[in-house]
C-alpha cells in the first residue's frame, strides 16, 4: 500500500478549539498521524511516497481565492505558538490558525493531489494520509479541524478524466464536501454520518439533502443514530456502495475518518475494530481505482490499528 505522507503537518498543532466561547484541548492532535505510522510499520504494510507540489490553480477550482489568501495572509503575521480563534470565513469555532496552518494545509492538499495523480496514471490504489482533514471546509469557509478540503480537491481534479465518486465514512457529515458538489451531476457524493439532530455538524446531513439543477439526485446521506453497531453500519454501507455502482464511475475517492469506533471520544457509534477490514472489503468489491483520503478518527490509542484494519480490507 502506497501511503502518501509528509510531516509537514507538524507545523500544525494548535492549543485549543472553543467551544460556546470556553477553550478545550485540541482533539485533532499531530499523534494521530504517528499512531496510524506506527501500527503500519510494525505490520510491514508502510511504503511512504512524499506528495508533489500542485499548482494553486487546483485549490482555487474549488475555493475562493478570497479565502485561500486570507488563510496565507492571517497564519503570516501569528507570532510564534500562538493559537488564534478566527472570526471570519468560519462555519464553526472547531478550526484555529497557527502560524504553520497554511503551509500544513498546503502539504495536505499536495498530498491528495499526488494520490489522485497517481490513481489517473494506472494506480489502481493509494492512501494520502492528509493532516489537517478536510471535509468541513467549504467553498469560503473553514470549520471542524479542517481549512482546504483535500478530497473535494483530489475530486474535482479527478473530474476531468471521468466521473468521480466521494464516499464518506467519517462519523461527522461533510457538509463542506456536499455544499462543494451539491450542483454537480459528474460528482457523487455519498455519505454514512451521525444524525445532524444529535452530532455535530449540526447543520447539514439530513437525508432530504438531495442536490440541486445538474446535481439533483448526486447527493445522498445516511444519517444513523448513536450507539449504531457493525450490523446496521455493514447494511447501510452496503447500499451505499450499490448506489456507487449504480452511479458507474471512473473513480472512487474515500473520505475515511474512523471516529465511528465505540471507543472514540467525541464519536458516538459503537463499531468495533473487525468491522473496519470488512467495511474495507465491501468498499473493494466495487473493483474501482480507489483514492483514500484520511478525515478523523481521535482515539490516538487504537487508530492506526483502525486505520490497518481498512487498508488490509480494501488491499484482499
Ligand atoms: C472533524 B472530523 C463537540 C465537539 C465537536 C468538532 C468535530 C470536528 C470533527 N463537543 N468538535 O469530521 O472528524
Ligand atoms: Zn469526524
Known sequence: MITIYTDAHKKHQPDFETYDGIQVPYAETASRVDSILDELRRRDMLEIMPPKHFPRLHIEAVHQVGYIEFLRQRTSIIDGDTTVSPSYFMTDTYAPLTSGTYEASIAAVDAALTGAHMITNGQSLAYSLCRPPGHHASHHSLGGYCYFNNAAIAANYLSQSGKVAILDIDYHHGNGTQDIFYGRGDVLYVSLHANPNESYPYISGYAGEKGTGEGKGFNINYPLALNTTDRTYLRTLE????????????????????????????????????????????????????LIIQEGGYNTDDLGILVAEFLTGVSQ
Do not use: E, H, W
Request: hydrophobic fraction near 40%; include cysteine.
Open 239 to 290: 447500499s451505499a456502495v450499490n448506489k456507487i455502482k449504480s452511479f458507474n464511475p471512473a473513480y472512487l475517492i474515500v473520505s475515511a475518518g474512523f471516529d465511528t469506533y465505540n471507543l472514540d471520544p467525541i464519536g458516538g457509534f459503537r463499531l468495533t475494530q473487525g468491522v473496519y477490514r470488512q467495511c474495507g472489503k465491501l468498499i473493494a468489491n466495487l473493483g474501482l481505482p480507489m
